[in-house]
């Protein structure tokens, strides 16, 4: 499975610790595996090192993103791009009565999100294997959420008006992914600006209802489907 083929959360903790990380892991190619056409996302305890790093949680501010989705105690969120649950496992623990489906289209990211879930006692966190081009949320959700995963989405006019079916009455979808200024992440070339992102997802149905500045690297941006104004 090639990378346009998965949805993981992909350049989520690519600062200088990671990346000198990956060098250490890949070798000397790993210069060139920077770039995500490059490469594919199996290997899932590797990744976790990197995604996963504390020093990320400086700039990607998850108790931060969290307060500002302001979820109900109970409420069913689904983490697409989901990766080695980053964001996953957190929304788990914050929501006791809700539930979190961490959804990735990378066997190995689902395979290894279903352990953590068990070994962190996580009950209300359910691994879900995706399609390329549907994520098989199982149930209708209150908050779909995707970090650093827009710009992997291939035909995404195509892909949101899809998901619009997943959401509840009042869903909201949150997009956060790299300024093209960003020190951080995936090659220039592949970032989407959040401009495009408002205009993508207008034509897919979608109205922006907020959006937060407090990320130093993303754009954080929360839309919510026409259908359900």
């Known amino acids: 499975?090639?990378?346009?083929?998965?949805?993981?959360?992909?350049?989520a903790a690519l600062g200088t610790r990671a990346l000198l990380l990956l060098v250490g892991l890949a070798?000397?190619?790993?210069?060139?595996?920077?770039?995500?056409h490059q490469h594919g996302f199996s290997g899932a305890e590797r990744w976790a090192a990197i995604f996963d790093d504390p020093a990320r949680d400086?700039?990607?501010?998850?108790d931060e993103v969290l307060r500002a989705l302001k979820l109900a105690p109970d409420a069913t969120v689904a983490d697409i791009g989901a990766g080695t649950g980053y964001f996953a496992a957190r929304l788990a623990r914050a929501l006791p009565r809700g539930r979190v489906y961490g959804v990735d289209a990378e066997p190995d990211m689902v395979r290894y999100l279903g352990e953590r879930a068990q070994r962190e006692n996580l009950a209300n966190l359910t691994p879900v294997l995706a399609r390329p081009d549907d994520p098989v949320i199982p149930a209708r959700v209150d908050v779909v959420i995707m970090v650093d995963t827009y710009h992997h989405i291939p035909q995404r006019e195509r892909y949101f008006q899809m998901l619009q079916k997943s959401f509840k009455t009042g869903g909201r979808l949150a997009?956060?992914?790299?300024?093209?200024?960003?020190?951080?992440?995936?090659?220039?070339?592949?970032?989407?600006?959040?401009?495009?992102?408002k205009q993508e997802l207008a034509r897919a149905g979608y109205r922006l209802v907020e959006?937060?500045?407090?990320l130093?690297?993303?754009?954080?941006?929360?839309f919510r489907p026409e259908a359900y104004r």
């Open 1 to 11: 499975m090639t990378v346009h083929q998965t949805v993981p959360s992909v350049w």
């Open 27 to 36: 070798g000397p190619a790993a210069g060139q595996a920077v770039d995500h």
């Open 58 to 62: 400086e700039w990607q501010k998850p």
């Open 175 to 197: 997009i956060i992914d790299f300024t093209l200024e960003s020190p951080v992440g995936p090659s220039v070339r592949s970032r989407i600006p959040g401009g495009r992102v």
């Open 211 to 214: 959006e937060h500045k407090f």
């Open 216 to 222: 130093p690297n993303q754009y954080f941006l929360v």
